[in-house]
């Protein structure tokens, strides 16, 4: 907490006597928020500890500045912030907090119990994974503010891929899901045949939407067998890149450009590359 007050007050000397810090409103922040996240995002995948607790600081930055120039607004202040994401936090966590607790000063969590004992949230006991994030999706439509339907809370500016995990995900929280997953791998092979199907009449419009069809298909397969699929395709990215570097740079290396290689001298490379790993 003292660091935390250290920053704040640095942020509001920083607000009141810096050129750049002066000028800064919501709308010039929100693109460099948008990559002080992905930076982060991109710490994370590489698990590179030293980055992650750089970029967190820089995402706490941009949070905090938010608030201030909220604040000089009269609008609302960190600690509004942060007593709204508690409030939020201990309501939908009635398994963990007794409703007694969402404005209490001090909130206290309910004594842990074994799970075959564990506290009840809209009448049934809540024990697993699967169960709290049911109930949290409940929880949010039965809010004041919260949302009015079950996928409006998807942001709509999200990537592809995760915007269709999450999709999925919500569908499940309310119980829209197949019942075994194995029943997926049906799906994912009616949605190829469909592609390959447009894609041998030559329709662009057909394809790309059965393209759409498929990719969504895969992601729900990745989703019920526990698999992230914006970061198994971040891993690939990387993968490639690494091994497309190891071609080019014996290219620079013999001299020959990579335009003037055969198709074939390439794959000898990749495969060369795989072995690098």
Not at 124 to 136: F, G
Not at 138 to 157: C, F, H, M, T, Y
Not at 189 to 216: H, P, Q, W, Y
Request: glycine share 2%; hydrophobic share 35%.
């Amino acid at each position: 907490m003292k660091a935390f007050g250290r920053f704040l007050d640095v942020l509001d000397a920083l607000r009141a006597n810096c050129p750049w810090d002066k000028k800064q409103t919501n709308e010039s922040l929100r693109p460099n928020t948008i990559e002080e996240t992905y930076e982060l995002c991109d710490a994370l995948i590489k698990n590179d500890i030293h980055d992650i607790c750089k970029e967190l600081g820089d995402v706490l930055l941009h949070i905090c500045f938010y608030a201030k120039i909220a604040e000089e607004q009269e609008q609302f202040d960190m600690a509004d912030v942060c007593d709204a994401l508690t409030k939020k936090m201990i309501t939908r966590h009635p398994h963990v907090y007794h409703p007694s607790q969402i404005d209490a000063e001090d909130p206290k969590p309910l004594p842990y119990v074994p799970d075959d004992l564990s506290p009840v949230a809209n009448g049934e006991k809540v024990t697993t994974v699967t169960q709290v994030l049911q109930n949290w999706e409940q929880i949010k439509l039965k809010e004041k503010d919260g949302n009015e339907r079950v996928l409006s809370g998807v942001p709509a500016a999200l990537p592809s891929v995760i915007k269709a995990y999450r999709i999925q995900d919500k569908a499940r929280n309310v119980g829209f899901d197949w019942e075994k997953r194995e029943d997926v791998w049906q799906k994912v092979r009616e949605e190829l045949d469909e592609l390959e199907a447009e894609l041998n009449k030559d329709d662009k419009e057909r394809s790309t939407e059965e393209l759409g069809d498929f990719l969504f298909a895969v992601i729900n397969a990745a989703r019920l067998y526990k698999l992230n699929p914006d970061n198994a395709l971040e891993m690939t990215n990387r993968k490639f890149i690494e091994r497309f570097n190891y071609i080019e740079e014996h290219s620079i290396r013999v001299g020959k450009p990579l335009t003037e290689m055969t198709l074939e001298e390439m794959e000898e490379l990749w495969q060369e590359a795989k072995t690098k790993r």
